[in-house]
């Protein structure tokens, strides 16, 4: 690639977050800047030679840090400064010389390609040097990404990545190595494409500086993902549900993600079985958590899981409610009032509460093995049809 000629069209920058990596950012730079002088450097608040060495740069743009904030400062500092300087994209690359700025134009030809995505540059995690723990953390990662995101990724911690930066969220709560998920996640929640792209990959024990703090940071990236996990399992996958709905229309909806889906018949059963279940039984507030952690740990149809633990939806309610206190009856020997005579608040299910948690339990599980096998025999008689035609 000849240098920036390529890349100014596509008005790009290089961000380059550093952090005391005295024995390698000369190297970084130099080679970067053989494939753009269009560079912003964060120096991160380093008390090692990093100043000296960056005064010899003059061509790029300098961003100084009195005191060390966080790679995820960093990054998002950057990011301001590029989009205050007009740029559209910016690629991120590590200072600690584990990557090769000859893969920039490698994102460059990817983003002609593929349109507005952010790119991940993907390591050989299995190749010779790599630490075992960068390998651990990186599956780690990856698992948390998908079940958030339902994205599956080879690699979601590498440093090396483009950003288009019109579309990633302008806000962050992150500042420190948990930023580099948090941005990835939010961003695939507001539809950009996320994707993973080849890279080359150098670890030098002799020269790399590694400033991720086990303990400390392990914890921090835990808690983002709790939290991340629990947005999406009550706000982003019911939103993404409804607006799959509303888009393709109930019909076109039932055919494409239950008839037609690629899931078994028994998986799709079983999916409507626990559906029901949960939307049963008296986890009231949890329904949606509950059935959409257990559809992912036992890898069941989420979509299908949810739809029917809406059998519980308020005009349901009383019915679900008399009907669990009736099934009680027969295990407590509590009379339950006529249907008629009922109130259905708070203070009535508190008197009577064994016997509703009992019976919804036992109604839970009737129902759910009433609608599975009912889904599984019409799923069946669907299938036997088609294959017929």
Same mark, same amino acid.
């Given at each position: 690639m000849e240098h920036p000629t390529q890349m100014k069209p596509l008005h790009f920058c290089v961000i380059v977050p550093t952090y005391n990596n005295r024995k390698t950012l000369r190297r970084v730079l130099d080679s970067v800047l053989e494939q753009t002088t269009e560079v912003i450097v964060v120096n991160d608040g380093s008390t090692d030679e990093t100043p000296q060495i960056l005064a010899d740069y003059p061509q790029i743009t300098l961003i100084n840090f009195p005191q060390n904030q966080g790679k995820g400062m960093a990054l998002r500092e950057g990011f301001k400064k590029a989009m205050a300087m007009g740029y559209d994209y910016a690629i991120t690359i590590d200072s600690d010389g584990q990557h090769f700025a000859t893969d920039i134009p490698i994102f460059v030809e990817a983003i002609q390609e593929t349109g507005d995505a952010l790119l991940i540059g993907s390591r050989n995690m299995k190749q010779e040097g790599v630490p075992g723990k960068s390998s651990f953390g990186n599956n780690f990662s990856n698992f948390w990404f998908w079940f958030e995101t339902g994205i599956r990724m080879n690699d979601t911690q590498s440093g090396f990545r483009a950003y288009p930066l019109k579309l990633i969220p302008k806000r962050y709560v992150t500042n420190k190595f948990e930023f580099e998920i948090e941005v990835i996640v939010r961003s695939a929640w507001k539809g950009v494409p996320v994707k993973n792209i080849p890279i080359q990959i150098l670890y030098d024990p002799n020269e790399r500086v590694s400033h991720f703090r086990p303990f400390k940071d392990f914890t921090r990236i835990s808690i983002l993902n709790t939290v991340l996990v629990a947005i999406a399992?009550?706000?982003i996958k019911p939103r993404d549900l409804i607006r799959k709905l509303k888009k393709k229309g109930l019909k076109k909806f039932l055919l494409e993600n239950i008839l037609h889906n690629e899931d078994s018949n028994t998986q799709k059963a079983l999916s409507i079985a626990l559906g029901v279940f949960i939307g049963v039984s008296p986890l009231w507030g949890f329904h949606t958590i509950g059935v959409l952690f257990l559809a992912v740990l036992f890898r069941l149809n989420k979509v299908i899981a949810y739809a029917f633990s809406n059998v519980s939806i308020p005009p349901m309610i009383p019915f679900l409610v008399y009907g669990s206190l009736k099934m009680g009856e027969v295990f407590?020997?509590?009379? =339950?009032?006529? /249907?008629?005579?009922? =109130?259905?608040? /708070?203070?009535?299910l508190k008197n009577n509460l064994t016997?509703?948690?009992i019976g919804s339990f036992i109604l839970a599980s009737l129902s759910a093995v009433i609608f599975g096998l009912a889904g599984y025999l019409i799923l069946t008689f669907f299938s036997t049809f088609r294959h017929k035609k």
């Open positions: 399992l009550v706000y407590t020997g509590t009379a =339950t009032p006529a /249907f008629s005579e009922m =109130t259905f608040d /708070f203070e009535s016997q509703y948690l």
